[in-house]
């Protein structure tokens, strides 16, 4: 069979261009989570391209389906390909471990062993005390890397399980010293505004 006989057959038209169709939305779908992911962690160089590909990929899979509208399949396969791309788009973003969260441990009882070796294993550790509706309670936060949360909640769970925490997304956050150490003098963080700039 030739090439053209085979791009005129029933299993070209009704097999292999819905697969193709169910694929490319598979694709575009999860690079389309995979985006807003960066969009909403602060990578604004990556998001562009992503979205370009993706749209890309989206507009090859309308122009199958514009060409084959008396072909059923094609429809069912792009349906298909996005609820199945929506669901791989929810699997990416629980495993995407870029950007950085806020950490919130609020702890009830003794917190000095939790604090001192959170502190111990080099984390930013913020300690504040704070009152709830039952009382005192400790206020630990902790702006860290996304990929040591399991290691902080494995901490967490051998020093003091007995707390609620939570976890949230930071778009931005940066460190600098106020202080020179040489002169003990305040930095200046921010240049004066200057006229006609």
């Known amino acids: 069979m ?11 038209t009704f097999i292999i261009i819905p697969l193709l169709i169910f694929f490319a939305r598979i694709l575009d779908v999860s690079m389309g989570t995979i985006r807003v992911i960066f969009i909403s962690r602060g990578f604004k160089h990556w998001a562009p391209i992503l979205g370009f590909f993706e749209v890309l990929i989206w507009l090859a899979a309308i122009r199958q389906i514009m060409a084959n509208l008396s072909n059923v399949y094609t429809f069912l396969a792009y349906a298909a390909g ?3 791309g929506t669901y791989i788009g929810i699997w990416l973003e629980e495993r995407i471990s870029v950007g950085k969260v806020l950490l919130r ?4 009882n003794d917190a000095l062993k939790l604090i001192n070796k959170l502190r111990k294993s080099n984390y930013p550790v913020l300690n504040l005390n704070a009152e709830d509706n039952k009382g005192k309670v400790k206020l630990i936060s902790i702006i860290t890397k996304r990929q040591t949360i ?4 494995e901490l967490i ?11 949230e997304d930071v778009r931005f956050s940066t460190e600098f010293n106020l202080f020179n150490k ?3 003098k305040l930095r200046k963080v921010f240049k004066p505004h200057r006229k006609g700039k």
Do not use: M, Q
Not at 150 to 153: D, E, Q
């Open 2 to 12: 030739g090439v053209v006989a085979f791009l005129n057959s029933d299993s070209y």
């Open 82 to 84: 996005f609820a199945t």
């Open 105 to 108: 441990i609020h702890v009830r």
């Open 150 to 153: 399991s290691k902080i909640l």
């Open 157 to 167: 769970e051998k020093y003091n399980p007995y707390l609620v925490y939570s976890i």
């Open 182 to 184: 040489r002169t003990n």
